[in-house]
């Protein structure tokens, strides 16, 4: 790889963990998300920094070309990211269900207390 290149890509990764860093300290991201993207950035990183790894990678996969080999772990690492948010959005989702069954529970609750104070105060 160009060092040209190796170093452009080093610094827009090291940009990416500076905004990922910022977010979080500004609470627009948890940290358990931001492990992820972390994680997958310091892949890149380390794939950035030594280059010979992929072709290492590519021979113990069995995959005859190093740009396959780049396009499938950019593609499983995107498959990942894409699982994760997934399950994300399905735990907040039901989270979300029941809260709102919680909600409809506690304001008929609420409802009958108020029917019951009006008809003790008619008497």
């Given amino acids: 790889m160009i060092l040209a290149l190796r170093i452009s890509l080093a610094v827009v990764l090291l940009l990416f963990t500076v905004i990922v860093f910022s977010l979080l300290r500004k609470q627009k991201l948890n940290l358990k998300y931001t492990l992820l993207w972390l994680f997958s950035d310091l892949i890149m990183i380390v794939l950035v920094i030594f280059p010979d790894l992929i072709g ?5 996969l069995g995959v005859a070309s190093i740009p396959n ?3 499938m772990i950019a593609g499983g690492m995107g498959l990942l990211i894409l699982l994760s948010l997934t399950v994300i959005v399905s735990t907040v989702t039901n989270r979300l269900y029941r809260l709102s069954q919680s909600v409809a529970l506690l304001e008929e609750r609420l409802r009958r207390l108020e029917e019951s104070t009006e008809q003790q105060s008619d008497k």
């Fill in 69 to 71: 080999t780049v396009f």
């Fill in 56 to 60: 290492l990678v590519a021979g113990l």
